[in-house]
């Protein structure tokens, strides 16, 4: 590998080692913003019938 390749190989690596702490920081961030209960905790079966039930694109 030239000089010129390797600069580019060692600048691309930085860039994608800079966007994973980024992508780690906004994943950071966004803990806890959802809440750990949910609709469909109780019976996931029935929740999802009433979501079918709920739709008026769905017949029948």
Do not use: C, K, N, Y
């Amino acid at each position: 590998m030239g000089p010129r390749r390797r600069s580019a190989f060692i600048a691309r690596t930085v860039e994608q080692a800079l966007d994973d702490v980024r992508r780690w920081d906004e994943i950071v961030a966004s803990l806890g913003a959802l809440s750990d209960a949910h609709d469909w905790d109780a019976d996931s079966g029935e929740w999802v019938r009433e979501q079918r039930r709920d739709d008026p694109r769905r017949t029948g």
